[in-house]
């Protein structure tokens, strides 16, 4: 596999489009470091990027309040030395602003943007057995042709959009928070209504509130939040991490979600500890906020008892902090905690003391419709000046499978994943030579630290990559076998625990007809074990030809 061509901008034409050794779809974290490492490498390598910037999901998720719930040390990249001396996290949760400013410094540090066209969709990839090559068409009205096509589209970049009917009709305007307009968006003097409970919603509330002239939140599924505690991070706390950086890296990686290294971990059950000893515990961590509120014990998510104490102490919160009592009992969720991902908030509950905050259950009557003047549930038409969706996504499959991806014998990838996701290791399919999913489903993905999963991802195809080099090796294409019992093995991890038990977007579940399948492999360790192991056995589960 030698490189077509090794400029930067420059690229041959065929009849089938501009020629590239690799297409990357997506310029967020994923797809800006496949671009630094496969230039490296001396490929020829071009990304298309929906968006006018870099940033993915940091530059889509505008709404007011987005930071990120994995602390900022530790959600950045590690490939490079300098970049992580030299740039300075203010808080302890970085603002999707600060996040944006990092990715576009490392767009411009590492001279990515003239291998990126930006405001270019792709819109089909289908694979070339004659030529063994891929040929992408984009929204732009390009082709583009080349050996390698690497999806780097995110896992939660498809928006999830309920159809209300009459959305049209409204007179109003409204915004979905996994597509914020760039200028933002005033609320002052309005009447706001939102949509959802999950953690953009969290996130949004207490700041729209604060502008809003009045705000009602339509909750279906109430939500469990734990306070973010964030602050500004010292300077002698940034330089001690930095002196660090390598060891907490490390250690980062051998937790189960690659980050939180710090948290101190319990060991044993809930349930063999003390009533006493499992609320001090619950207590302290709820002090300290983040995700380290359920690492004191191991069976939170394995033992729906266990799970229980957790879930009251929580609701036992929000009873002490929402003033009226049946607004506190509306917002007290009921399912198993952690099944569907943890929030955290900034004065989320304490919002809902406020007079001109309202909250509206439509568990039992989903919402019927939108008219000109607002939305209609339980009977009841509340009027509003805007409307926010803060409804998810169609997460991880959505953006893969709005795209037309075709492999050998012109099968759909709509088809192949008709009953659910199918890959080998979250990174490719059988049928699907030569493209590679970054945390696709059936890998870590969402469930990890997500800079830490996309760079293993990227190192891992990159190593995949020097041995079809090395080897003289054209294509590379999981066996049927390997990604069937792959499959059966990610199932079979996630049935073991609480997971499947809620109707999370994990799932699936938000979204109307999706197939119901636990779609991330849980626990990042084991997996970079299994995939290490996989090389080591000389790529166990690949065809190369
Ligand atoms: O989306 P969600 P999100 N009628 O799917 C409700 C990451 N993230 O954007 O639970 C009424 O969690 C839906 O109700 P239900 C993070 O991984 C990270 O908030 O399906 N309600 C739910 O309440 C997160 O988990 C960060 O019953 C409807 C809400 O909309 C993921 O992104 C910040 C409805 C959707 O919640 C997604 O979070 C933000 C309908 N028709 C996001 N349809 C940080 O790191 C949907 N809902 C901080």
């Avoid at 808080?91 to 990715?103: D, G, N, P």
């Avoid at 009841?380 to 169609?394: K, Q, R, S």
């Avoid at 190593?463 to 792959?486: H, N, S, V, Y």
């Avoid at 499959?487 to 038990?501: C, F, G, K, Q």
Wanted: glycine share 8%; with cysteine.
């Amino acid at each position: 596999m030698a490189s077509e061509k090794n400029t930067k901008t420059s690229t041959a034409n065929n009849s089938k489009g501009a020629v590239f050794d690799a297409v990357v779809v997506g310029a967020g974290f994923a797809g800006m470091y496949m671009v630094y490492r496969l230039r490296e490498m001396g490929l020829n390598v071009v990304a298309c990027e929906e968006g006018d910037g870099v940033g993915g999901t940091w530059f889509w998720n505008r709404y007011p309040g987005a930071r990120c719930d994995v602390e900022s040390m530790e959600y950045s990249y590690e490939f490079s030395e300098a970049l992580q001396q030299e740039w300075n996290w203010t808080e302890r949760f970085a603002s999707q602003a600060e996040i944006l400013s990092y990715a576009n410094h490392v767009a411009d540090r590492f001279d990515l943007r003239p291998h990126i066209r930006f405001s270019t969709r792709v819109e089909s990839a289908h694979f070339n057995e004659r030529s063994n090559r891929w040929q992408v068409t984009t929204s732009a009205g390009n082709k583009l042709n080349a050996r390698f096509c690497i999806m780097a589209t995110g896992c939660l970049s498809s928006t999830n959009m309920p159809s209300i009917p009459g959305l049209d009709d409204f007179a109003g305007n409204f915004y979905h928070t996994g597509r914020w307009p760039q200028e933002g968006v005033d609320f002052s003097n309005r009447r706001v209504g939102i949509i959802g409970t999950g953690s953009s919603a969290i996130q949004s509330i207490p700041l729209v509130a604060e502008q809003a002239k009045s705000l009602t939140v339509f909750q279906r599924t109430a939500t469990y939040s734990i306070p973010a505690r964030n602050e500004a991070l010292s300077a002698s706390e940034i330089a001690e991490t930095k002196a660090n950086y390598a060891q907490l890296r490390a250690d980062n990686k051998k937790q189960p979600a690659a980050f939180g290294a710090r948290f101190k971990r319990g060991g044993g059950s809930a349930l063999a500890a003390s009533p006493k000893a499992v609320q001090k515990d619950l207590e302290a961590r709820w002090e300290l906020g983040g995700f380290g509120f359920m690492a004191g014990f191991n069976d939170f998510l394995l033992n729906e008892d266990a799970n229980a104490l957790a879930a009251e102490f929580v609701r036992n919160k929000i009873r002490g902090i929402v003033s009226d009592k049946a607004t506190a009992e509306l917002l007290c969720p009921d399912q198993i905690i952690g099944c569907k991902r943890l929030c955290f908030d900034t004065n989320y509950y304490d919002t809902y003391n406020r007079d001109d905050v309202h909250l509206v259950s439509v568990k039992n009557k989903p919402i019927e419709r939108v008219t000109p003047n607002g939305l209609v549930t339980n009977d009841v038409e509340y009027v509003f000046d805007d409307l926010i969706f803060a409804t998810g996504f169609d997460a991880m499959t959505g953006s893969l499978l709005r795209m037309d991806i075709r492999g050998r014998d012109g099968e759909r990838l709509q088809d192949k994943w008709h009953a659910g996701p199918r890959t080998y290791l979250g990174l490719n399919m059988h049928g699907f030579p030569n493209l590679f999913t970054i945390t696709g489903p059936g890998s870590p993905s969402v469930l990890a630290n997500m800079v830490v999963a996309t760079q293993q991802h990227v190192n891992w195809i990159c190593a995949a990559l020097k041995q079809m080099q090395a080897d003289d090796k054209t294509l590379i294409e999981a066996e049927a076998d390997a990604e069937d019992q792959w499959v059966e093995y990610v199932n079979t991890l996630a049935s073991h625990t609480l997971y499947p038990t809620c109707n999370s977007w994990y799932l699936g579940a938000n979204v109307p007809g999706k197939p119901r399948v636990f779609m991330p492999h849980l626990g990042f360790p084991a997996y970079v074990e299994r995939c290490e192991e996989i090389v080591s056995a000389g790529y166990r589960g690949f065809a190369f030809s």
